[in-house]
């Protein structure tokens, strides 16, 4: 079997069916030139593949194909002369169902694994082509075929290397970020980084590029081994892996990690000095606030005592809001007393509530039960409910406009409003309620009675909800 030519873009040779007796060789016109080449990059190898495969096994072929060429030279001498091919050996419908086999195949290939191989392309056109087809339409698609096979090769292996090289720089950057100590952080980096760098090399990086991308690696380790020292409470180990790695930071990072440091500095002068105040006042959270700000007047550096200070007020918010709730807490076991002693019992166990707040929690208590306690005006507790401060809500059960449960009710919620956790449900609750009231035709009287009954009813917005739809069974009954 003739050898399959390989072609080369903008050059001429001399095909298989040209005459080698005439006095010169006939030379493919212009208009001839290889069409292969214009549709796709036609591999050597896929060539080189086709041949082996067309050898093999078929020497004994190679006569046969002789002499049915020599036949057909002879039957067409003609046509021979002026063609510079040997006549295609697919008709164009027989073309045409390869064609059509040749792109189910690749479908079926793609919808199995994914991708398409180019050597799934190559066994099939070794098993159907020869080289009196290289000029087909279905060699051409084959060609075609395989050139977008092959891109998408090399695209996947260099997404793997990608992938691979992305993989190893976060499992340097993870790892060396954890080292305790900047004398362990440049020993793990000394000896991992060269083969990170190596790889990249490999992956096509040229050398400039691959330092660079290598040093930005080092810096990311050695910034985030000083984020993770800092969120540990480790300044000290902060500090000394800063220092040693700080001019090899870009200056962005630099001033981050600098401000993270001086951030931590002053936080942990305020917690040291929060603590001291409990021991050198009597625990109110104003009290020791105010002790630890005298003591911060002293230092010279202004941005480290205005970041301490503002420290020092979110620890006493937080310590406010702590006792806020604690006696929240106290109000909301009163207001569930089963009786009257009980609610003595529970007065005189508690520790959170002011002395000032005792008197009238004590009245409060022996009235919780008392059959001539008074009996609330719903539109007035809905309104303390949501604004009332400590003297609005004495006034009102002084006055007899609120029960002594109602009184306990408001004083909870009163307290979590001071510390900084209102009840926002409960006021869309009731804005809810004054738009079924509205739908429904209901008196006004009406809906703060419905208000009044569902938030004395529970503490919880899923709670307040059941009790809801039992009050509008109720008025829809």
Same mark, same amino acid.
């Given at each position: 079997?003739? +050898? ?18 005439? /006095?010169?060789?006939?030379? +493919? ?30 020497? %004994? ?37 390869? =064609? ?6 690749? =479908?079926?290939?793609? !919808?199995?694994?994914? $991708? ?34 092959? %891109? ?18 976060? *499992?340097?950057?993870?790892? /060396? ?13 000394? $000896? ?30 050695? &910034?985030?081994?000083?984020?993770? @020292?800092?969120?540990?409470? !480790? ?23 600098? @401000?993270? +440091? ?12 929060? =603590?001291?105040? &409990?021991?050198?006042? #009597? ?32 620890? /006493? ?142 503490? /919880? ?6 009790? *809801? ?6 008025? #829809?009954?």
């Amino acid at each position: 079997m003739p +050898i399959i030519p390989t072609y080369q873009r903008q050059e001429r040779y001399r095909a298989p069916g040209v005459q080698l007796t005439s /006095g010169a060789p006939q030379r +493919i016109p212009a208009a001839y030139e290889n069409t292969l080449q214009e549709f796709g990059r036609l591999s050597k190898d896929a060539l080189d593949y086709l041949e082996k495969k067309k050898k093999k096994g078929n020497k %004994e072929g190679d006569g046969q194909a002789s002499a049915q060429s020599k036949k057909t030279a002879d039957s067409k001498t003609s046509q021979a002369e002026a063609l510079p091919f040997e006549a295609p050996a697919f008709s164009p419908d027989e073309n045409l169902q390869i =064609r059509t086999e040749l792109l189910d195949a690749v =479908r079926s290939e793609v !919808n199995e694994k994914g $991708a398409l191989a180019s050597s799934s392309l190559d066994e099939f056109a070794a098993s159907r082509f020869s080289e009196a087809d290289a000029e087909t339409p279905a060699a051409r698609d084959y060609m075609m075929l395989r050139a977008a096979a092959r %891109e998408e090769e090399k695209s996947a292996v260099d997404r793997e290397r990608a992938r691979r090289a992305s993989q190893e720089e976060k *499992l340097v950057r993870g790892i /060396g970020a954890l080292a305790p100590t900047p004398q362990a952080l440049e020993a793990y980096l000394s $000896a991992q980084l060269p083969a990170y760098e190596q790889r990249l090399a490999e992956n096509g990086a040229p050398q400039a590029e691959a330092r660079l991308q290598t040093a930005s690696v080092r810096a990311q380790t050695a &910034a985030e081994c000083v984020r993770r @020292q800092l969120a540990a409470g !480790n300044r000290a180990a902060a500090q000394a892996v800063f220092g040693r790695y700080a001019r090899e930071l870009p200056e962005a990072v630099r001033e981050e990690c600098a @401000q993270k +440091i001086r951030f931590s500095a002053a936080s942990s002068r305020a917690k040291d000095l929060w =603590r001291q105040s &409990a021991l050198q006042t #009597d625990g109110t959270p104003q009290a020791r606030e105010s002790w630890a700000r005298e003591r911060l007047e002293t230092e010279k550096d202004g941005e480290m005592k205005e970041t301490a200070l503002s420290a020092l007020r979110a620890l /006493g918010a937080a310590a406010r809001a702590d006792v806020h709730a604690k006696q929240a807490q106290v109000y909301r076991s009163l207001a569930s007393a089963t009786d009257g002693e009980e609610a003595q019992r529970m007065l005189t166990a508690q520790q959170a509530l002011q002395p000032a707040e005792l008197p009238l929690a004590r009245r409060a208590a022996r009235e919780l039960f008392s059959a001539s306690g008074a009996v609330s005006d719903p539109q007035t507790f809905n309104r303390l409910y949501f604004s009332a401060g400590e003297k609005d809500n004495a006034r009102a059960f002084a006055k007899g406009r609120i029960s002594a449960r109602d009184y306990f009710a408001l004083e909870a919620a009163r307290h979590l409003r001071e510390g900084g956790r209102p009840d926002p449900d409960a006021g869309f609750l009731c804005r809810g309620i004054d738009l079924w009231r509205e739908k429904k035709g209901l008196s006004q009287e009406d809906a703060e009675r419905v208000k009044h009954a569902v938030l004395t009813s529970a503490d /919880g917005t899923q709670e307040r909800l059941a009790a *809801l739809e039992r009050v509008k069974s109720l008025l #829809d009954f």
